[in-house]
């Protein structure tokens, strides 16, 4: 090869390495004034995945080893379905970069969203995100309409920065915070974020869509609860503090601790696989009921952990085998074939619905379907009604006088006249039962219609 050849390949080399050098690793910050648009022609800075997905980073925060799992601020399209991926969410992701602070696209890797500002309402391309001179963030359509709000206009923000956390952060000039996203949690928590007092966790509806769905977790003053949103909201799992005066609860490297008030006494704590060292972990609130801790290994995101463990087990989750399913040592059916299809014959863990519905109108058509050792999902003290020290009979009735009760559950110890009953509004999954396990008895009863007599 000649000798100025040689020379033109080692300067080229030369300016490659150079121009990746003077390239900033990341770049978190950001002043008013600054807008984004959702086009990779605007966001220079992003990847498509192997099932489509595609980030578009707005701001980064690499982590202290400079490369892997980081924290990016951006336009993010999770894609289940297939490319193309259309609909995104403005928020904060995990990200994987390498070496050269680029992100990178593993298969196993795609952005996981940890808060959204629009997770009801994803955008397409060309909307926008602004930092406007007033200090405000702002998400815009492509059409200019303004989709949400910080709501930080006038309040003397001078920055935007997303953390080492993974907190995105508007400030004032003194440093102060003005407006945390660790304030506004959607279905996630990352380790050092708090969930106050009447905050919540809520679900995503499913694997594949980002609305809201009828699962949360939230903290009371006497511990952690998760509902199902019902009328009333259901419970099924509860963590109880030795106080009623829970403040929040704090998710640290290794626990999730509800406390009485911020640096205060631990009310109670579920303890939690440590954070591994150069990763990132989060706890997922998700559509099956589940709070999930999962964490970054290498190539892929491992689940590591299920938070809440309700009693007895996974059949006390209220939608394991959907409405009006029964679980069964983890498997689903329908209460009986006369009265109840599955909605899903190959997936039966979707739940049955009645073969003739139930509506007040027909309420002198309304009968009972006894089902003998089996239990409800739910506690008593989150039921539509209770009655205590009564029997069957009283219990059958009141179901069935009440026009709003779809189901009954009616428990005894040793004594049959002096039973439970509870009255719900809406059936979830029910379970089967051993009464010499649980040492208690259980009957549900569930509304049906009458047959029709047949014609002669």
């Known amino acids: 090869m000649r000798r100025d050849t040689l020379l033109g390949v080692g300067l080229a080399?030369?300016?490659?390495?150079?121009?990746?050098?003077?390239?900033p690793y990341d770049y978190p910050t950001a002043t008013p004034s600054t807008t984004w648009a959702n086009t990779?022609?605007?966001?220079?800075?992003?990847?498509?995945?192997?099932?489509?997905?595609?980030?578009?980073?707005?701001?980064?925060?690499?982590?202290?080893?400079?490369?892997?799992?980081?924290?990016?601020?951006?336009?993010?399209?999770?894609?289940?379905?297939?490319?193309?991926?259309?609909?995104?969410?403005?928020?904060?992701a995990v990200v994987y970069c390498n070496s050269g602070a680029l992100m990178t696209g593993y298969n196993f890797g795609i952005p996981q969203v940890v808060w959204s500002a629009n997770r009801a309402r994803p955008v397409r391309e060309g909307a926008t995100a602004q930092f406007t001179?007033?200090?405000?963030?702002?998400?815009?359509?492509?059409?200019?309409?303004?989709?949400?709000?910080?709501?930080?206009?006038?309040r003397?923000?001078?920055?935007?920065?997303?953390?080492?956390?993974?907190?995105?952060?508007?400030?004032?000039?003194?440093?102060?915070?003005?407006?945390?996203?660790?304030?506004?949690?959607?279905?996630?928590?990352?380790?050092?974020?708090?969930?106050?007092?009447?905050?919540?966790?809520?679900?995503?509806?499913?694997?594949?869509?980002?609305?809201?769905?009828?699962?949360?977790?939230?903290?009371?003053?006497?511990?952690?609860?998760?509902?199902?949103n019902a009328k009333p909201p259901q419970l099924y799992y509860h963590i109880y503090t030795s106080k009623t005066d829970g403040a929040y609860a704090i998710y640290t490297n290794g626990s999730?601790?509800?406390?009485?008030?911020?640096?205060?006494?631990?009310?109670?704590?579920?303890q939690l696989p440590a954070v591994g060292a150069d990763t990132v972990q989060y706890m997922r609130l998700e559509y099956d009921g589940h709070l999930r801790?999962?964490?970054?290994?290498?190539?892929?995101?491992?689940?590591?952990?299920?938070?809440l463990h309700p009693y007895p087990d996974d059949c006390a989750y209220p939608?394991?085998?959907?409405?009006?399913?029964?679980?069964?040592?983890?498997?689903?059916?329908?209460?009986?074939?006369?009265?109840?299809r599955a909605v899903d014959f190959r997936r039966p863990n979707r739940g049955c619905f009645p073969t003739a519905p139930v509506t007040c109108r027909s309420r002198g058509a309304h009968r009972l379907l006894s089902l003998r050792d089996m239990t409800y999902f739910n506690g008593g003290e989150t039921s539509m009604k209770a009655l205590q020290r009564v029997n069957d009979g009283a219990c059958r009735k009141a179901c069935l006088d009440d026009c709003a009760c779809m189901a009954a559950q009616f428990t005894y110890g040793s004594d049959p006249s002096a039973g439970s009953c509870y009255l719900q509004s809406e059936v979830f999954s029910m379970a089967s039962m051993q009464p010499e396990v649980a040492h208690y008895n259980s009957t549900m009863h569930i509304k049906v219609l009458q047959a029709r007599p047949a014609r002669s």
């Open 133 to 154: 001179a007033a200090g405000d963030l702002v998400l815009k359509s492509p059409s200019g309409a303004v989709l949400w709000s910080a709501g930080t206009s006038g």
């Open 256 to 270: 999730l601790t509800v406390l009485d008030r911020p640096g205060g006494k631990a009310l109670t704590t579920i």
């Open 40 to 92: 990779d022609a605007a966001l220079k800075h992003h990847v498509t995945f192997a099932d489509g997905s595609v980030a578009r980073a707005a701001l980064l925060r690499l982590n202290p080893a400079r490369f892997g799992p980081s924290f990016a601020f951006g336009f993010f399209c999770t894609n289940h379905r297939g490319a193309p991926c259309t609909d995104f969410l403005l928020g904060v």
């Open 156 to 228: 003397s923000v001078v920055g935007m920065s997303i953390y080492s956390d993974g907190n995105l952060v508007l400030f004032d000039r003194s440093n102060r915070t003005v407006w945390q996203s660790f304030d506004h949690p959607t279905d996630t928590l990352l380790v050092g974020q708090t969930l106050k007092q009447g905050a919540r966790l809520t679900a995503n509806s499913s694997f594949d869509k980002w609305s809201e769905s009828r699962m949360y977790l939230t903290v009371a003053a006497d511990g952690l609860r998760a509902y199902v």
């Open 319 to 340: 939608t394991v085998c959907g409405a009006y399913g029964v679980c069964t040592d983890l498997q689903c059916s329908c209460p009986d074939a006369a009265n109840f």
């Open 293 to 307: 801790l999962y964490e970054w290994h290498q190539a892929w995101w491992e689940r590591v952990a299920d938070v």
């Open 13 to 23: 080399l030369c300016c490659l390495v150079g121009g990746l050098r003077a390239q």
